[in-house]
């Protein structure tokens, strides 16, 4: 929900079940933990007025900051080393709610300022020196019913193959339904691509130009996440419906 987590680490960091092996989509299977890193920065415009008094990660999703339910996915996913990026702002309220990281499975979060809101892809590259070195990038994508939210997002554009041939953010006219999560798993040459980024027209270094970074190699694979997923970032009312959903049925299920 929201603006889940970024990935640094192996591409296998997960076991979803019965996902097959078409082309494009590697074999999920457990190996050894890896680092996880969270990125809970931004300005969280489109949730204003809320967002002009905390970070969009620290509102709350049913009983809980959004934050904890992105946590929750990674431990489960076992991941237990995390670097928390965020601006200086609010990055005490985030050191006073997460504490040692005992309570949410994790070993001693680490955090990481983002001085000035310069887009995903910037303050993904604050994560150099808490790394690993494997290899290849995946990422999660969902399934997402109605164009006017999948045109928030965004969206893989597939071969016939069904590998990713590039990512466009914010189409207006959506190639496929299948939104970037925003949870994804990235190699360690992720830095050097970071580098080359130029700004967008908005003036940030785009995540999405660091996939497409990867799918122009093809070496970009990816999952398709099974239930419940939404931007709970995308307005008030995507927010509160995420909040609703939550509550009546909860989250990261096994």
């Given at each position: 929900m929201g603006s889940p987590p970024g990935f640094v680490g192996h591409p296998d960091p997960i076991d979803l079940s019965d996902q097959g092996t078409p082309s494009g989509r590697r074999p999920a299977t457990r190996v050894r933990p890896v680092r996880g890193v969270l990125l809970a920065g931004g300005t969280g415009s489109r949730l204003h007025p809320l967002t002009r008094i905390t970070n969009k990660h620290l509102l709350p999703v049913y009983d809980r900051p959004m934050v904890h339910w992105a946590i929750e996915a990674l431990v489960k996913a076992g991941i237990r080393d995390l670097l928390l990026v965020s601006g200086g702002d609010h990055m005490?309220?985030?050191?006073?709610?997460?504490?040692?990281?005992?309570?949410?499975?994790?070993?001693?979060?680490?955090?990481?300022?983002?001085?000035?809101?310069?887009?995903?892809?910037?303050?993904?590259?604050?994560?150099?020196?808490?790394?690993?070195?494997?290899?290849?990038?995946?990422?999660?994508?969902?399934?997402?019913?109605?164009?006017?939210?999948?045109?928030?997002?965004?969206?893989?554009?597939?071969?016939?193959?069904?590998?990713?041939?590039?990512?466009?953010?914010?189409?207006?006219?959506?190639?496929?339904?299948?939104?970037?999560?925003?949870?994804?798993?990235?190699?360690?040459?992720?830095?050097?691509?970071?580098?080359?980024?130029?700004?967008?027209?908005?003036?940030?270094?785009?995540?999405?130009?660091?996939?497409?970074?990867?799918?122009?190699?093809?070496?970009?694979?990816h999952e398709l996440v099974v239930g419940f997923w939404a931007d709970a970032g995308e307005s008030i009312d995507a927010y509160q419906a995420a909040s609703d959903f939550v509550r009546d049925n909860g989250a990261n299920k096994d």
């Amino acid at each position: 929900m929201g603006s889940p987590p970024g990935f640094v680490g192996h591409p296998d960091p997960i076991d979803l079940s019965d996902q097959g092996t078409p082309s494009g989509r590697r074999p999920a299977t457990r190996v050894r933990p890896v680092r996880g890193v969270l990125l809970a920065g931004g300005t969280g415009s489109r949730l204003h007025p809320l967002t002009r008094i905390t970070n969009k990660h620290l509102l709350p999703v049913y009983d809980r900051p959004m934050v904890h339910w992105a946590i929750e996915a990674l431990v489960k996913a076992g991941i237990r080393d995390l670097l928390l990026v965020s601006g200086g702002d609010h990055m005490g309220d985030f050191m006073r709610l997460l504490g040692d990281g005992h309570e949410f499975g994790l070993r001693n979060p680490s955090y990481a300022v983002q001085e000035q809101a310069g887009g995903v892809a910037q303050a993904l590259g604050l994560a150099e020196s808490f790394a690993e070195d494997p290899h290849g990038a995946r990422v999660l994508l969902s399934e997402v019913g109605e164009p006017e939210h999948v045109r928030h997002l965004g969206v893989a554009e597939l071969d016939a193959a069904g590998r990713i041939l590039r990512i466009i953010e914010k189409p207006s006219d959506p190639p496929t339904n299948l939104a970037v999560t925003g949870l994804y798993c990235l190699d360690f040459s992720v830095f050097s691509a970071i580098a080359g980024l130029a700004p967008s027209a908005r003036g940030e270094l785009e995540i999405a130009d660091v996939n497409n970074h990867y799918a122009s190699s093809r070496s970009l694979t990816h999952e398709l996440v099974v239930g419940f997923w939404a931007d709970a970032g995308e307005s008030i009312d995507a927010y509160q419906a995420a909040s609703d959903f939550v509550r009546d049925n909860g989250a990261n299920k096994d």
